[in-house]
């Protein structure tokens, strides 16, 4: 069965998403600052929850990392102002802006309005306890925190801050939120634990039977306990059948108001129910629509790749697209390329290659310019190539060339014997440099070098790289990701054998304490193995890999968002070995491809 989504204004959906990475770093400022963090927020999760309902418009499955980051940190948002609130610390991280709930002030928020109207719902649970929270910050902040993943962890936070049940068993909302409790934390208030099973079911359909009979009456939520009535009873057909109607009743309620609402895209209540029918159950749902987006759902589970390493597990649908046609791969408009004139910051980089070439300048402070040179030079780049996606700005080869010669001038002088000196050359100006062992140092500068050498084919620059000893990979304990990708680089391109170091980095599992933008390791194995259509589909892979984890907030404005330089060294590579490599992106310019065609000497 599917059911669409109700629809919201466009400019509803585009006042949200324009400028938002910088309106919710200000307002997360704005809460750091503010004397009453807990309602603070309460807001920014609103807000972040907002930012994914309306980036759900365009991509309805809400499986990119963006969209992961914006859900998790609504979470964290809304559980660490319930914590707030309650008079409890903080330590909640939001990590779309980087920022971390602290812990409430000694004259800060105190705790949090009541349930609402009626007797007996003030904010206190009783001498020392924590105060409850509303119901429905309640839901939105334990619902938001299941979709995250994070509920057994704040499951005591949960369990103290629910509104009480006794006297207020008629009202769905405090009704839901108990019969959640029992469902995911076995938590019954006053009584033993609930052991899984017919048990627990059992006391969620005494809590259905209880409500006051006004149909009426939270609506939302008298509909969420009948879907999760089915969902305890383990009854698969009467939870499909709940969850249809359930979704019917929120795009009903939806449909009634002058403006549907951003927000109401993303029914959370049917969001958790869902997802807890998929990652307890193995349920595959029987309801189809936008409303259960499949991140959310699955719990941000990946998608199977077009390939696994060393071309093995192929999907068959990705190798029959690629049959018909090259890959194609888009790439966002990045802020570069609406502001163009870096002219302030290429004469910097002049004065700063003019004093290396300057012989009055100090030898010693001209090796230690080569890395600064490097960065300098390979930021140029970028900007010109998200600026023009093909790469014809003339001076793209020259500025190129200079940052792999400072990159492989470096490593020259730290594997050089203590006390030498040797000459460097950069941009046609020979140094005698003295030999600086800190000169290149750690590997993620050296994995920057190499593909800056495998970009433009040359081969000095590229055996300077190659030629230092192996060990500079495995000095650090455990070995990071980006050391364990440069071990099996430098293996293969060496000539030694790579598959022990490349299965090394397979299986590293991303670890990177320096956040080092992450290497092309299943790509790398495809180069490794010698499969070129593997190649082609994990370049794809890799290359949405990118997009995706250069989306959240700010990151999406980074020179490393411009362009995965491992990956297009990699593909100049193979290009040079005679490889056709049927994928097409701006992520890949076409006349910076050209400069790698051949190693120059």
Known sequence: MRIER??????????????????????????EQGPRPADGWRLVAESLLGY??????????????????????????AVGSVALASGRGGGFRIGYTGSVIGDPPDSGDGPGPGLGPGPGLGPGLGPGRPAAARPGVWLTAFLLSYIAGTADEHGPLFVATAAP??????RPDVALAHALLIHVHGHTEGGPEARPGPERAR????????????PALGRQYRAALVTLRALAADDEAGFARALAAQLLEHRAVEASYASPTLAGLLPLEAIALAAMAVRWKGWVPAVES???PYGPVSGFRPRRGRVEAYGRDKCSDAVAALAAGPLVVDRPEHPYARNEDISAFEDYLGRELARFRDPREHPAEAAQALKHLTHGFLSVFLHRVAADASGRHPGLPGVLRIAAEAGAGAFRLARAPEGSELPVTVAGTTRLLPARPDAAGEPGFWKQAVALALVTGDRAALAA??????????????????????????DYLRGADPVPAMDR????????????????VVLLS??????REGFALALADTLEAHRERHAPGDRAETNHAVLDLDALALVCHVRRMGWRVPVSSPYLPERVLDLGARLDG
């Open 165 to 170: 049940l006794a006297g207020h068993e008629a």
């Open 526 to 531: 495809q180069v490794v193995e010698g499969d």
């Open 52 to 77: 994914a309902a309306a980036r759900s418009v365009a991509h309805p499955g809400l499986t990119d990392r963006d969209a992961r980051s914006a859900v998790e940190s609504a979470a964290a948002a």
């Open 505 to 520: 980095a397979l299986a590293s599992g991303g670890y990177d304490p320096h956040h080092w933008p992450a290497p092309p």
């Open 203 to 214: 006391l969620i359909a005494a809590l259905c039977d209880r409500l006051d009979p006004d």
């Open 6 to 31: 109700h629809e919201v204004e466009p400019a509803a959906v585009a006042g949200v998403l324009n400028g938002f990475a910088e309106r919710i770093a200000r307002d997360v400022r704005a809460v």
């Open 290 to 292: 936008a409303y259960l």
């Open 465 to 490: 790289c190659v030629l230092v000893e192996p060990g500079v990979f495995t000095e650090e304990d455990p070995v990071t990701t980006v050391a364990a990708y440069g071990a099996a680089l430098h």
